[in-house]
């Protein structure tokens, strides 16, 4: 019986549709949101429960495809061609308990959703830059947003998953229960399972001294050479960045989430060293309608600190858009498997570097990635230090041997150990 076969007679078992290639719905259902992937998978499951996946996770086993899971679409940089595809879109369901500050969160919620049933109650979760981004991918992949710096990865406030495993199996994940497939999950990413259902931490972050302020670019070099002494200083309540945008504008962004006048006092020198202000859209807003875009991630790296060559290389890129991000504060205290905490500060550029930008990034940066910001899967592991990775991988090779969760950006089980 071939994968078509199995799910054909198990389709009145499922409380979702299946979709095969050709049916209406299917093509609706494989696309992500890059539309230069035109993936194939050999089936599309629209799951409406933990069963469901369940069911999935078994026939991907049986017949030896590999499972994988798409909520939003948004992190999907690989055409997950002959894969048997679960959509967990119609599994948003979303829950706060206001008294011990809690969301709970099926995998199909957007940010959107939670941000909004959170405001009611004064709390905020550890969303990023866009409302439209699916909870789970975000968080599984590290999740860095504009209260990391006070209240850490959104992955470090993972209390709790429900999880289908490799072998079928549902069960929950905690700090308790498989504490070792919950470190790899808060921030490994979605190799080691499927997760149906999330518990995080909210905080009490209601309104927020949000926005970008816009200058000509001319003070660019002093502007950068400034701030990297200046984020020595700040509070952690204080995140921002620099953007230097194709337009020839510099723009910082910041977020402050304690009193608005104190955060432009913070501010202010920043500002002075950047030239006259063309825009000040500096506001103070509810948190849930804060969300700031970003650069997207074409080259990223992580550097110490802003050496004077990189400075000016990033300075001379006129044709690239160039987005310098400080981190540090909770981000480094935490000890989850995401990202190369100790680096303070992260270089995006929408597109490939100039020879003396590369140069500058190869001499000062790590190679390092951040998984929610790589689209190249043969660069997964630049994202996690060399620790990291070793566990995640023994992790891996405990809970997916067989790498069933092996589509995406994944990580691949250890090798076997042989025992002389
Ligand atoms: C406009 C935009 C803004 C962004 N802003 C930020 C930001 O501010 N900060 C940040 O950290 N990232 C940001 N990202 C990156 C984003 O967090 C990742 O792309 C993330 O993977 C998106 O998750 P998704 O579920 O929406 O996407 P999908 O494409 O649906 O899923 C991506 C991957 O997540 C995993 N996954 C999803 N659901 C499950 C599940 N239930 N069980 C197991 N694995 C699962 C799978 O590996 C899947 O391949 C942004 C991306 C975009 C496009």
């Known amino acids: ?6 799910l054909r007679v198990g389709r009145s078992r499922l409380a979702g549709s299946v979709f095969l290639p050709g049916d209406e719905g299917y ?3 494989r696309q992500p949101l890059d ?11 629209r799951a409406t429960g933990a069963t469901d996946v369940r069911r999935a996770v078994l026939a991907a086993r049986r ?11 948004h992190g999907t940089h690989v055409a997950h061609d002959g894969a048997l595809l679960v959509n967990t879109g119609a599994m948003a369901s979303v829950l706060i308990d206001p008294d011990r500050r809690i969301a709970r969160v099926g995998p199909g919620a957007r940010w ?3 941000l909004r049933a959170a405001e009611q109650f004064g709390l905020a979760a550890l969303s990023g830059s866009s409302p439209d981004v699916g909870v789970t991918g975000y968080t599984l992949g590290g999740g860095l947003g504009w209260l990391a710096r006070e209240h850490g990865l959104a992955a470090d406030s993972v209390l709790r998953a429900r999880v289908v495993l490799a072998d079928g199996t549902a069960t929950t994940v905690d700090a308790d229960h498989h504490p070792d497939l919950f470190w790899a999950l808060c921030g490994g990413g979605g190799s080691f399972g499927v997760v149906t259902a999330l518990e995080f931490r909210l905080y009490p972050v209601d309104r927020v001294y949000a926005g970008a302020v816009t200058f000509g670019r001319e ?10 002494r200046w984020i020595e200083r700040v509070p952690d309540a204080l995140s921002t960045a620099v953007l230097l945008t194709r337009d020839g504008t510099l723009v910082v962004k ?25 825009e000040n859209g500096m506001r103070v807003v509810p948190y849930a309608q804060a969300a700031m875009g970003g650069t997207f991630a074409r080259t990223f790296d992580q550097v110490g600190t802003l050496d004077d060559d990189l400075v000016a290389g990033l300075v001379a890129e006129a044709d690239a858009g160039v987005e310098i991000r400080h981190w540090g504060g909770r981000i480094a205290a935490g000890s989850g498997a995401a990202a190369h905490r100790d680096l303070p500060l992260s270089v995006v550029l929408d597109t490939v570097p100039s020879t003396q930008t590369a140069a500058a990034l190869r001499r000062h940066g790590r190679g390092s990635g951040f998984l929610n910001f790589l689209v190249d899967a043969s660069r997964t592991e630049s994202a996690f230090t060399t620790a ?12 997916d041997p067989d790498n069933v969760f092996g589509s995406g950006l994944a990580v691949p089980p250890a090798a076997m150990l042989t025992t002389v």
């Open 112 to 114: 959107g959703d939670v």
């Open 1 to 6: 019986m071939n994968l078509h076969h199995t």
């Open 388 to 399: 990291n990775w070793a566990a995640l991988r023994r992790v891996k090779s405990t809970y």
């Open 27 to 29: 093509d609706a259902y």
């Open 219 to 228: 003070r660019a070099a002093e502007t950068l050479a400034y701030y990297r």
């Open 63 to 73: 017949h030896a495809v590999p499972l994988a899971v798409q909520a939003t679409g």
């Open 254 to 278: 910041a977020m402050y989430a304690g009193d608005p006048d104190r955060g432009r006092a913070l501010l202010e020198p920043l500002w002075t060293v950047a030239g006259p202000v063309r």
């Open 35 to 45: 539309p230069t992937l035109d993936p194939h998978p050999a089936a599309v499951v």
